[in-house]
Structure formats: C-alpha cells, structure tokens
Nanobody, 124 residues
Framework: QVQLVESGGRLVQAGGSLRLSCEASGRSFSSYAMGWFRQTPGKERENVAG???????HYADSVKGRFTISRDNAKNTVYLQMNSLKPEDTAVYYC??????????????????WGQGTQVTVSS
C-alpha cells in the first residue's frame, strides 16, 4: 500500500506562487500516474493536474498556463508549481496516485490512493 504525504500549503497573497510537494512510499513510484486534486467545502473534489508515468501531463482549464505538475522519480516525489494564484484557488489540495500502473492522464483519473491534504489559502 502506498503512502502519500503532501507539504507546502500555506497562506499567500493573490498573484503569488507556491510549490506543493507529495512524497510517495510503499510501492514503485515511477510506474504510476500521479495527480493533484483540490476541494472546497460543499464541492466535489476537482482534478486540477495529472502526470502520467511517462511524464505526459493534463490540466484543468481553470489552471492551464498557471500551474505546472512535474515528477522526480529518483525522489519518489510529485510537485505542483502554482503561479499567479487567485483567491478562487483557495482549497485543500490532495495528492493522488492512480489505481493501476502504466496509465496515462487525461479524462477521468482513477484514484487508488490519497494523501491527507494540504491547505492553500490565497488572500485578495
């Protein structure tokens, strides 16, 4: 069973930047697609970015051009670089690993494991 631990969430002013990190342990990291989701109270969890095992990426329209997902397989870590942050980006951000290996992102992300979440708050 994989364990995912996020870090990097904090309070930031609008227009600022943050980088979230998610370190995975427990099974082969490089074989699995990874994703970042976010959730606000009363809303469904939204997939904002994903990266395939082969490093192909996919983004929600709301973050395209502002967020960048990347992975370092040597460190078992996936990152989410968030630039030009807006108050509407305020949410709990969750790291996720795909249920099956060798899948590509784009469309529905079939989550096998979740991290515990990290709070990002963007003030206006």
């Amino acid at each position: 069973q994989v364990q995912l631990v996020e870090s990097g969430g904090r309070l930031v002013q609008a227009g600022g930047s943050l980088r979230l990190s998610c370190e995975a342990s427990g099974r082969s990291f490089s074989s699995y697609a990874m994703g970042w989701f976010r959730q606000t109270p009363g809303k469904e969890r939204e997939n904002v970015a994903g990266i395939s095992w082969g490093a192909g990426t996919h983004y929600a329209d709301s973050v395209k051009g502002r967020f960048t997902i990347s992975r370092d397989n040597a460190k078992n870590t996936v990152y989410l670089q968030m630039n030009s942050l807006k108050p509407e980006d305020t949410a709990v951000y969750y790291c996720a690993q795909a249920r099956r290996p060798w899948t590509v992102v784009g469309g529905t992300f079939d989550v096998g494991s979740w991290g515990q979440g990290t709070q990002v708050t963007v003030s206006s």
